[in-house]
């Protein structure tokens, strides 16, 4: 079931791309017009050292001003669990809003006394790295008091809401996080003095954990490919999927993706400005992680300029595809009570009434009651995911 390329394969793709620059070129004028307007709309995209420790003093000093004036301190921490703070930007994605809604935590209340504490405790952390110019891992810090901190998770929600009271973004404060994501494919950059070749290596390349400090990004790609699956990247690394439609970029972030996979996703937008595709199964949680590489997150929208890339398209698998592809009744799966629950939410989604062919899909799905991962395919055969649907889809435009 081999298929062959002719010159005209890309058209669809190349066409997408033109439309992309021109909706990007566009925006541009528009930010500058919104810029020149309000000089202090947006946060510096570079933070030096010196902010960066001025910021974390700018704390330290309000707390004690506080006790010198006998009154227990407190942190106003912005809320960010509220779909109340958040506003929908269809070229940035879900931002919190300038006015939003606040949470105090205070010293002198038993339920937040140790919160407090532990913001301090890291906050003493960062501005010691940021000091001597060291980098440490979210997972270093909790090692560093176990029985303090409790958990990793709680460290990881405090980084986040240090980050975003100080309105510095989480890589200008040295904190790092591993890096579960994958790449392969077109791609070459410098990482620490090293050249990385994503193409020269037979399995894939784990995402750098400082995407901020990779340089020198070359690529020839004509797309980047966001697979949700492990399982489905490396099944297209064993089919040779690069090499057969060349040239190309893919990446996973091996669920939901972690910071450093969307950090890399916008980092290869801003540099190549290529179409985007993702590839997630066809039920609410993959279509949740779509949204979240193309609009961002709720509890991460504070940096949701960084991190949103509104571009990206979604290719597969659809829930139309299902019929459309006779997909065989067995390799379909009936959706959940939570998977319901999941789908009403993301029909609710702000940026759902801007996508009326989302809307459409997901009434598919809930009309159906059925779900299908990705693997559904093979019932087809083995090899129809790499050689049939993804060469269809992106000869013939079949994104929405």
């Given at each position: 079931?081999?298929?062959?390329?002719?010159?005209?394969?890309?058209?669809?793709?190349?066409?997408?791309?033109?439309?992309?620059?021109?909706?990007?070129?566009?925006?541009?004028?528009?930010?500058?017009?919104?810029?020149?307007g309000?000089?202090?709309?947006?946060?510096?995209?570079t933070?030096?050292?010196?902010?960066?420790?001025?910021?974390?003093?700018?704390?330290?000093?309000?707390?004690?001003?506080s006790?010198?004036?006998?009154?227990?301190?407190?942190?106003?921490?912005?809320?960010?669990?509220?779909?109340?703070?958040?506003?929908?930007?269809?070229?940035?994605?879900?931002?919190?809003?300038?006015?939003?809604?606040?949470?105090?935590?205070?010293?002198?209340?038993?339920?937040?006394?140790?919160?407090?504490?532990?913001?301090?405790?890291?906050?003493?952390?960062?501005?010691k790295?940021?000091?001597s110019?060291?980098?440490?891992?979210?997972?270093?810090?909790?090692?560093?008091?176990?029985q303090?901190?409790?958990?990793?998770?709680i460290?990881?929600?405090?980084?986040?809401?240090?980050?975003c009271?100080?309105?510095?973004?989480?890589?200008?404060?040295?904190?790092?996080?591993?890096?579960?994501?994958?790449?392969?494919?077109?791609?070459?950059?410098?990482?620490?003095?090293?050249?990385?070749?994503?193409a020269?290596?037979?399995?894939?390349?784990?995402?750098?954990?400082?995407?901020?400090?990779?340089?020198?990004?070359?690529?020839?790609?004509?797309?980047?490919?966001?697979?949700e699956?492990?399982?489905?990247?490396?099944r297209?690394?064993?089919?040779?999927?690069?090499?057969?439609?060349?040239?190309?970029i893919?990446?996973?972030?091996?669920?939901?993706?972690?910071?450093?996979?969307?950090?890399?996703?916008?980092?290869?937008?801003?540099?190549?400005?290529?179409?985007?595709?993702?590839?997630?199964?066809?039920?609410p949680?993959?279509?949740?992680?779509?949204?979240?590489y193309?609009?961002?997150?709720?509890?991460?929208?504070?940096?949701a300029?960084?991190?949103?890339?509104?571009?990206?398209?979604w290719?597969?698998?659809?829930?139309?595809?299902?019929?459309?592809?006779?997909?065989?009744?067995?390799?379909?799966?009936?959706?959940?009570?939570?998977?319901?629950?999941?789908?009403?939410?993301?029909?609710?989604?702000?940026?759902?009434?801007?996508?009326?062919?989302?809307?459409?899909?997901?009434?598919?799905?809930?009309a159906?009651?059925?779900?299908?991962?990705?693997?559904?395919l093979?019932?087809?055969?083995s090899?129809?995911?790499?050689?049939?649907?993804?060469?269809?889809?992106?000869?013939?435009?079949g994104?929405?």
């Amino acid at each position: 079931m081999a298929f062959a390329r002719n010159r005209d394969f890309f058209s669809f793709v190349d066409n997408h791309r033109v439309s992309l620059l021109d909706s990007l070129s566009k925006e541009k004028e528009s930010r500058k017009e919104e810029a020149s307007g309000n000089a202090t709309s947006q946060l510096q995209e570079t933070i030096t050292s010196s902010q960066v420790l001025r910021a974390i003093e700018n704390v330290i000093q309000d707390i004690v001003s506080s006790l010198s004036r006998n009154e227990p301190p407190f942190l106003t921490l912005n809320n960010r669990s509220s779909w109340g703070n958040i506003e929908f930007n269809d070229s940035v994605g879900l931002q919190m809003i300038s006015h939003c809604t606040t949470k105090k935590v205070k010293s002198d209340c038993p339920k937040s006394a140790q919160r407090f504490a532990l913001i301090l405790k890291i906050l003493s952390v960062i501005y010691k790295l940021v000091q001597s110019n060291t980098y440490a891992t979210k997972r270093d810090i909790y090692y560093t008091n176990v029985q303090l901190f409790g958990s990793q998770h709680i460290v990881d929600n405090i980084i986040d809401d240090i980050s975003c009271l100080l309105k510095i973004p989480r890589r200008s404060l040295h904190i790092l996080s591993t890096s579960k994501g994958c790449i392969a494919g077109d791609l070459c950059y410098m990482e620490d003095g090293t050249k990385v070749n994503c193409a020269g290596n037979t399995m894939s390349v784990l995402v750098p954990s400082n995407i901020h400090g990779i340089t020198n990004l070359t690529s020839d790609a004509k797309f980047i490919l966001i697979i949700e699956k492990d399982a489905t990247f490396q099944r297209l690394l064993n089919d040779d999927f690069c090499k057969k439609v060349p040239p190309c970029i893919m990446i996973t972030g091996k669920g939901v993706p972690d910071l450093n996979t969307r950090l890399l996703v916008r980092k290869l937008w801003d540099t190549f400005h290529i179409p985007i595709f993702t590839l997630v199964d066809a039920d609410p949680y993959g279509i949740e992680i779509m949204c979240i590489y193309k609009y961002g997150s709720m509890s991460m929208s504070f940096d949701a300029h960084n991190l949103t890339v509104p571009s990206i398209r979604w290719l597969g698998l659809l829930p139309s595809d299902i019929k459309r592809l006779h997909i065989s009744p067995d390799a379909l799966i009936p959706l959940t009570e939570m998977d319901k629950k999941k789908l009403a939410s993301l029909q609710k989604r702000p940026y759902v009434a801007c996508q009326p062919l989302w809307k459409k899909e997901m009434e598919i799905m809930a009309a159906s009651n059925m779900k299908a991962e990705i693997q559904a395919l093979t019932s087809l055969s083995s090899d129809y995911l790499s050689k049939v649907y993804l060469p269809n889809k992106l000869q013939y435009g079949g994104w929405i």
